[in-house]
T-cell receptor, first 110, second 116 residues
């Protein structure tokens, strides 16, 4: 059984650019959630996908968007990057009450 | 709305001493509660969870937590810490989404620093 894997592990982007982060869910998990963790803070829920449909969304602007594919892997897209988007982005897959997290993608916006 | 408060941002403790990391939650409905650990530059690892049943929950690495409904608390304890327990610890509550899934609401974290 493979765990949750995210790519890339680190990324540096310029303000105004667009970025795509990727996540492969744990085998058998059909639900993927994305979280943003700013430095020194707890993770904040961005949105969740279940069977390729958005299942719920946190308090993030529309320039944060996502996709889930038939194999349950997922992408997080952020347009018009701002300096405050610098954070660790965590993907979690679940098939019930327990969420399993990837190691995260560290995004730095300069 | 649900929220989670972790009362201590940093807890220093000597190796082999006991430790308690405090967590309080607010919720008007039944809750699922979790403790996660995060080592530097890594994702979150589940330590333990409370879904229902016994209020004393045992997790990995010798950690345990007690669910106290009257005090709305879910404090994490370990009777004897090791230097390798140095990490950030997050308490979280699960909330139902309108679409049927669950999302986690996290506290701000407690940095546990174990010293020799």
């Amino acid at each position: 059984e493979t765990g949750v894997t995210q790519s890339p592990t680190h990324l540096i982007k310029t303000r105004g650019q667009q970025v795509t982060l990727r996540c492969s869910s744990q085998s058998g998990h059909n639900t993927v959630s994305w979280y943003q963790q700013a430095l020194g803070q707890g993770p904040q829920f961005i949105f969740q996908y279940y069977r390729e449909e958005e299942n719920g969304r946190g308090n993030f602007p529309p320039r944060f968007s996502g996709l889930q594919f038939p194999n349950y892997s997922s992408e997080l897209n952020v347009n018009a990057l701002e300096l405050d988007d610098s954070a660790l982005y965590l993907c979690a897959s679940s098939a019930g009450t327990e969420a399993f997290f990837g190691q995260g993608t560290r995004l730095t916006v300069v | 709305a649900q929220s989670v408060t972790q009362l201590d941002s940093q807890v220093p403790v000597f190796e082999e001493a006991p430790v308690e990391l405090r967590c309080n939650y607010s919720s008007s409905v039944s809750v699922y509660l979790f403790w996660y650990v995060q080592y530097p530059n890594q994702g979150l690892q589940l330590l333990l969870k409370y879904l229902s049943g016994s209020t004393l929950v045992k997790g990995i690495n010798g950690f345990e937590a007690e669910f106290n409904k009257s005090q709305t608390s879910f404090h994490l304890r370990k009777p004897s810490v090791h230097i390798s327990d140095t990490a950030e610890y997050f308490c979280a509550v699960s909330r139902k989404l309108t679409g049927g899934g669950n999302k986690l609401t996290f506290g701000t974290g407690t940095q546990l620093k174990v010293e020799l």
